[in-house]
Each structure stands twice: as C-alpha cells, then as structure tokens.
C-alpha cells in the first residue's frame, strides 16, 4: 500500500525530544498548528528543521507582568527620605509623565526578551487610576498591538491604588473594559478597612459579570498576617458561580498565618477552584524585610496548594522597576528561583514547577490548544538541552522560539575552552 502523500508542510521539527516519548519524533506544522507528532513524518516542509534531539518544549507562558512599569527604574530618581511616602510620590511623578509612546517602547523591549527566552503568550497588569488615568493601558495596547506576530498579550485593568480610596477608579477600569481590557484585577488588601475590601471586591466581581470577564487579583501582598482578603474573594467567587475563573496572585501574608487557619482557605479555595500565581523574585526581596532572623519568604504555601490540588502558577511580576531592580522577562530563571523559594528538590516538584511556567499558566490564562499534541497551536521553544529538568538547572539557550509555525526567535551560543599555549 502506498503510503498517504502529505502536501508539504510549513514546518517540520526533525529529532525532537518530546516528554512522554522515548524515541525522538518528528514534529509537522500547517497553518501554525501541529497536524504530526510521529518518530518519523513522511513528507516534507517548505522548512525543515533538524533539531538534533533538543528538547522541543510548548512556549513558556507569562502569567503575570507588569508591563506598564517595566523599564522604569532608571527613571525613578534617588528617593531622598528613603520612605514608602517619597517612593510611592517618586511613581507617582513617573506615572503622571508618562507618554503612550514611552510606555510602549519600554513594554516592548520586555515583550521582544520575553519572546527571546521561549515565552509566546503573556497576562499583564496594568495600572488603571486617577494617577495615570488611561495612559499606561493605551501604551501597552500600542505595544501589544506592536508585537502581535510575536506574542499574545492578555491585558488585566488593575486598580493599583485602590478602587473605594481612589474614587473615579471604578468608572475608569470600566472605561478600560471597553477600551481593551480583557480581564478584571483588583487588590483588596491596599483598601483601608475589611468594610472597603469587601466593596472592592464587590466593584470588580460586578465589573467581571457586566463584560463576561476572567478576574485576576493583588491578593494579601504583605507581610501582616491580619490581611486576610483571599477569604473574602472566595466567598465572593463562591456567590457569583466564577468558579475556575479565578486567580489569586502574589498572597504573602498566607505565610505569615497560623497553619490552622491557613489549612481552612486553602480548603475552602479548593471548593470555589481558585487559581494561584505566586511571584518568588519580587516577594523574595520585598517581603520579610521588617523581620528579624528567622525571616519569613513571603511566598503563598506553594506545597500545601499543590497538596491541595490547586492551580499554581508563577510569575515574573517585575523588571527593573521601583520594586525589583532585576528580572529577564525569562521563564526558566524564575522557575528556577521558585524552586528555590518554596524548596522544590523532587523530581515531582521541579515537574510542578515547569508546569508553573507551562500547563498550568496555560490553564489560568484560558489558552486553547495549548502542549505538543495534534490539533496544537505551534508555540514551541526547542531547548539546548536533551532534558526538561537539565535545561531548567543548566539555564539552557532557548535555540528556536515558534510562534504558530513560524521561527521568531534564534540564539546561537558558543564557548569554547582555551587550554595551554595552542
Ligand atoms: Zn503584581
């Protein structure tokens, strides 16, 4: 019988090293969706690309960025007084200045690293409030718009300085949602009573339901054991049947609760299937600094979630920004930090932590066809490695990034060893 002829494809991957497959495969590509995942392709590609048995990965996912702020630290100026007061007037002097066209630029050089690294798809916060009012949404529209053959950027209208103690907020996120916001943030805890976290929440779980929206909050980011604002956005989520959509980011202060009471919210996120992200690079350095030794980490209890079946995540939150001077925008080095952070040493966890940056970031951002199956989309990143959880150690060079089928990014490393006079 002769086998079937292919029309040619756009691409094919020759000796991918797929995980869950012991022989190498070959990987085939139309229309930026793979059609093959087979040891051998009969066919052709208008490209064929022999990948040698690199580890072919699905595109690392973005689950949480700030992509209006990126890039703003050599902007800031010297906080003269060292206080939170000047700093927070030193952003808001920033914030207030800003152009569309600057945001965008800087957004852009982060989203052109991000895709460098392998990451094709990114959930961005970005500040909406009577500070900077709708700019710094315009400019990363702009940037997304800027970059769409590169990445697909989800956008979350964020009320970074609270809704009820900033009056205009609401009627400004609302305008955002119109204006090309994709999903409702949010952050509680900055609010100044239970009472007005309460409201807040209220304000965006109504604003979610008005434009069928995804909700994706600031939880709890502190050190003070008394912020207990996940609780409220479970009843919340509970009462308005968002079940699975929706995440909680950053909630700190869960390490600084007792283990009686954390075990009850966590449970209880369990039942309304609330998602997590944590931020290990940011809440490494911002949180616990007020402690003496022993310091506490500032992470959720990335264990006790995981144990409980949750949903988590993991983000870069900052780049070189008032908050976290660091940050490559890179996917594998905040995996690995977050391995590090909250103690991943087993094989199964350093699996979580890949999925934290993979399956699981696809899962909360709602991205279909998402893996290395027929009938995915093609956002691949061919790895220097033969291994996952090398190239996560190792830091592997990320040696082709796809998008759709096509090839938008390549590095090329060399280094060689001189020894002796020759
Ligand atoms: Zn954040």
């Known amino acids: 019988m002769i086998a079937e002829a292919h029309a040619p494809f756009d691409l094919v991957l020759r000796n991918s090293r797929v995980e869950g497959r012991q022989a190498l495969a070959d990987i085939a590509i139309s229309a930026g969706v793979i059609s093959h995942v087979e040891d051998h392709v009969t066919g052709e590609g208008e490209s064929e690309l022999d990948v040698g048995g690199s580890i072919v990965s699905p595109a690392f996912v973005q689950p949480h960025i700030h992509l209006d702020k990126v890039g703003t630290l050599p902007l800031l100026g010297r906080n003269v007084s060292g206080t939170l007061a000047e700093a927070i007037e030193i952003l808001h002097r920033i914030k207030r200045s800003s152009t569309v066209e600057e945001v965008a630029a800087r957004a852009g050089v982060v989203i052109r690293q991000a895709v460098m690294s392998g990451t094709t798809r990114i959930r961005t916060h970005v500040d909406v409030d009577t500070v900077g009012g709708l700019t710094p949404l315009q400019g990363v529209i702009r940037a997304a718009r800027e970059h769409a053959d590169l990445c697909d950027i989800q956008i979350v209208v964020f009320p970074q300085e609270g809704i009820v103690r900033d009056p205009g907020t609401a009627e400004l996120m609302d305008a955002a949602m119109r204006s090309g916001g994709d999903v409702v943030g949010g952050m509680p805890h900055w609010e100044t009573s239970d009472a007005a976290a309460f409201e807040h929440i209220g304000i965006c779980m109504r604003l979610a339901e008005r434009y069928d929206a995804d909700v994706d909050m600031h939880v709890d980011e502190t050190d003070d054991p008394g912020s207990t604002t996940l609780d409220l956005l479970i009843d919340a989520t509970a009462h308005s049947g968002w079940h699975g959509r929706v995440t909680a980011g950053h909630c700190c202060a869960m390490a600084a609760w007792s283990d009686a009471y954390a075990g009850q919210v966590i449970g209880r996120a369990a039942a309304a299937g609330l998602h997590f992200v944590t931020n290990p690079a940011t809440n490494l350095l911002l949180q616990g600094r007020l402690d003496s030794e022993p310091r506490r980490r500032g992470l959720p209890r990335i264990k006790e979630l995981l144990a409980a079946g949750l949903t988590v995540a993991c983000g870069q ?79 592997s060079p990320r040696r082709y990034v796809i998008r759709r089928g096509s090839i938008v990014a390549a590095t090329k490393v060399t280094t060689t060893i001189n020894r002796g006079k020759d």
């Open 317 to 395: 939150d900052c780049v070189q920004d008032g908050f976290y001077p660091f940050g490559a925008a890179d996917q594998l080095q905040v995996a690995l930090i977050l391995c590090h952070a909250a103690q991943l040493s087993i094989p199964a966890e350093i699996d979580a932590a890949l999925a934290s940056i993979r399956h699981v970031a696809a899962r909360i951002m709602g991205i279909r066809g998402y893996g290395i199956e027929p009938g995915s989309l093609a956002d691949l990143v061919v790895l220097d490695s033969d291994d996952m959880h090398e190239a996560l150690r190792l830091q």
